[in-house]
């Protein structure tokens, strides 16, 4: 049974570059054929898809976040990581990790609350 937990750390200051972490049981990050997604809900609108990496450790990404988005994994901890750069109070949002083979997300996070403001 895969079970996700994200880490953060719920303020940020504009401009400066959001990390968060999803911590990986029950499952590798490397299992054929998952993929390891971030995904966030601002207050009042729907889910965004951010971006994948996938079991092989391909990444990608939200063409409107592209350029400040990066995705990465740590295989040894079974943790994949997000870092959004620049971030405005737009990012407010509750992000989660969640996984998947192919497009679906079976499994997500409980999700973590992050407010960008000064």
């Known amino acids: 049974q895969v079970q996700l937990q994200e880490s953060g750390p719920g303020l940020v200051k504009p401009s400066q570059t959001l990390s968060l972490t999803c911590t990986v049981s029950?499952?590798?990050?490397?299992?054929?054929?998952?993929?390891w997604s971030w995904i966030r809900q601002p207050p009042g609108k729907g889910l965004e898809w951010m971006g994948a990496?996938?079991?092989?450790?391909?990444?990608y990404y939200s063409p409107s976040l592209k350029s400040r988005t990066s995705i990465s994994r740590d295989t040894s901890k079974n943790q994949f990581t997000l870092q959004l750069s620049s971030v405005t109070p737009e990012d407010t949002a509750v992000y989660y990790c969640?996984?998947?083979?192919?497009?679906?997300?079976?499994?997500w996070g409980q999700g973590t609350q992050i407010t960008v403001s000064s």
């Open positions: 029950g499952d590798s990050i490397t299992t054929n054929y998952y993929y």
């Open positions: 990496i996938s079991y092989s450790g391909s990444t």
């Open positions: 969640a996984s998947g083979e192919a497009v679906s997300t079976a499994y």
